[in-house]
């Protein structure tokens, strides 16, 4: 079955970094767009950034320059690196993918920006 494991999510000061990894497995990872999404307390769930299968990438206009995501295919696993984290970055972060026409979800990692 599908599986979507998400790690690296913490407490960092503003101005820190962290990266984020989704590992996944259960489909062809290589051929799946993945994206990371994130959810804010009290806030919708929004589409943080996307990669497809041919290394294209898109982001959300407020990461853009800040976040950069990227995929190992021979480790089925997405990654993160989000830089210059602010304080309104605070959210879980999900990673996502569908296959088979089915949405897939990660239990989600905790990012805390906090002075």
């Known amino acids: 079955q599908v599986q979507l494991v998400e790690s690296g999510g913490g407490l960092v000061q503003p101005g820190g970094s962290l990266r984020l990894s989704c590992a996944a497995s259960?489909?062809?990872?290589?051929?799946?767009?993945m994206k990371w999404y994130r959810q804010a307390p009290g806030k919708e769930r929004e589409l943080v950034a996307i990669i497809n299968s041919l290394w294209g990438t898109s982001y959300l206009a407020s990461v853009k320059g800040r976040f950069t995501i990227s995929r190992d295919n021979s480790k089925n696993t997405v990654y993160l690196q989000m830089n210059s984290l602010k304080l309104e970055d605070t959210a879980v972060y999900y990673c996502?993918?569908?296959?088979?026409?089915?949405?897939?979800w990660g239990q989600g990692t905790l990012v805390t920006v906090s002075e």
């Open positions: 996502n993918t569908r296959a088979s026409l089915i949405e897939y």
């Open positions: 259960g489909f062809t990872f290589s051929s799946s767009p």
